[in-house]
């Protein structure tokens, strides 16, 4: 009998800005580069059409642990201004698969805008029940250290494409 090796993971951000701009920063992968600084290399499928259903990037990301992960990223659904998910597929390493989603809600807040970052990937191969615990806690952590650090980058995106509006 196989047993799921789930993993929850969020982040919540608040952003003064529209929510149009700070949507379009987080829903749309091709703007990573300008805020998201874990996310090392970014291609997508279509490197100018609009962002929709089935858009598909793939991405390089590098957060504090020492491992790589490579996301394989699909808009499952969107909902603008309010909602972005994707399907994922990742790779930490080289080695150990996880596929899930990772969703984004985002929701007004009078002149700011709260984001949340809800995702849940599931081992392709569970680990031994006693080590869940352990990746769960390191998973977190650098999940936490990377959303962390995207906050003000983000921010100052917004206020750029806010004033040059």
Known sequence: MSRADTYTLGYRWTIEGPIDTVFRYVSDARTFHEWFGVFKKVVPDDPAGEVRVGSHTRCAVRALLPYALDWDITVARYEPPTLVETTVEVTLGGRFGMH??????????????????????????????????????????????????????LQAAVRRAASAA
């Open 100 to 153: 899930g989603f990772v969703r984004y809600r985002f929701e007004p807040d009078g002149s700011r805008v709260v984001v949340v970052n809800e995702q849940e990937l599931t081992g392709d191969r569970p680990l031994p029940r006693l080590l869940h615990p352990i990746a769960q806690a390191v998973f977190a952590f650098n999940h936490d250290w990377a959303m962390s650090r995207a906050a003000a980058p």
